[in-house]
């Protein structure tokens, strides 16, 4: 690789364009290859950009998408709670509405491991199998009362999803078992800033992202020994290789419950202001 390729690589950006479904505009990037169309899921607050060197592994051979979720980038500011069904039923909505097709490979870090999570378990007809990176767990927020004492400033943030984390951890505890899906977990090692994550919580992360895998039968666990919290940009190489292994497979995949054409109850409309 030459010098100024590089310097390419350092600055560029994942090109985006805006779709607008009803009153509410998301920002997304997509590759035009054929194929199982891969769908990568942010961490919360998390922008496309974070996906870049995953990007740049995959857009060659693969169908891949991702967006900004509302508030992030180029979206539009969240006119509904942020909760994880919510965050669902607008994904599905985008991928719908672009003509996406399933089944997907969904990708999810952190808090957006709730909503690949919370997508597969109501509609893993949908789904050809989930890839949680350093996925929040119910455990994780179960043994930590931080989110119990912040208070958001207005009230387009308390809509926000940082803040509707005890709601969508209800939806997730209510919500039908995870299916019998390929399922590959991985995470990472390294400690990272404390003001963000303690070290101490960092082993036990591990162990509640271990128990995470076993929620299929097909689950996988995997360490990347060279990552902390984001293993899609401090151990890219392995993450999009996993992501290779688990788009490529061929395997049928039985539902051991009756898949429900019902859909759980959100909301999807404007907020009218008086």
């Known amino acids: 690789m030459t010098d100024l390729n590089v310097v390419y690589e350092r600055f560029e950006k994942i090109k985006t364009q805006t779709i607008c479904i009803e009153t509410q505009t ?5 590759t035009e290859n054929n194929g199982i169309s891969v769908i990568l899921i ?8 974070g996906w870049m060197k995953i990007w740049r592994l995959l857009r060659e051979k693969h169908h891949v998408f991702c967006y900004n979720r509302p508030g992030i980038g180029q979206s539009s500011a969240p006119i509904n709670p942020q909760t994880g069904l919510q965050m669902v039923a607008e994904l599905q909505a ?4 672009l003509e996406i097709k399933p089944p997907y490979v969904l ?8 909503i690949a999570e919370l997508f597969a378990r109501h509609y893993p007809e949908e789904v050809k199998s989930v890839v949680l990176l350093e996925s929040s767990t119910i455990d994780d927020v179960l043994s930590s009362g931080k989110r119990k004492n912040k208070k958001p400033k207005n009230a387009t943030q308390a809509l926000t999803e940082v803040f509707q984390v005890n709601e969508t951890i209800a939806q997730l505890q209510i919500a039908p ?13 390294h400690p990272v800033a404390k003001h963000f994550m303690p070290t101490k919580h960092v082993f036990s992360r591990i162990e509640h992202l271990r128990k995470a895998s076993q929620l299929s039968p097909h689950g996988k666990f995997i360490i990347a020994h060279h990552s902390g919290h984001f293993p899609q940009l401090s151990d890219s190489k392995l993450v999009a290789e996993v992501i290779r292994e688990v788009s490529d497979t061929k395997q049928e ?3 051991d419950r ?3 054409d019902t859909k759980p109850e959100v909301q999807f409309e404007t907020n009218t202001k008086t």
Do not use: K, M, Q, W
């Open 253 to 255: 995949v039985r539902f």
């Open 258 to 260: 009756e898949v429900s």
């Open 26 to 30: 998301y920002e997304y990037a997509i």
């Open 42 to 49: 942010n961490g919360a607050g998390g922008p496309i950009d």
């Open 177 to 189: 078992s995870f299916p019998a899906l390929p399922l590959t977990v991985v995470a990472g090692t």
């Open 94 to 97: 985008i991928l719908h509405a």
């Open 107 to 114: 990708v999810g870090h952190s808090l957006g491991g709730f």
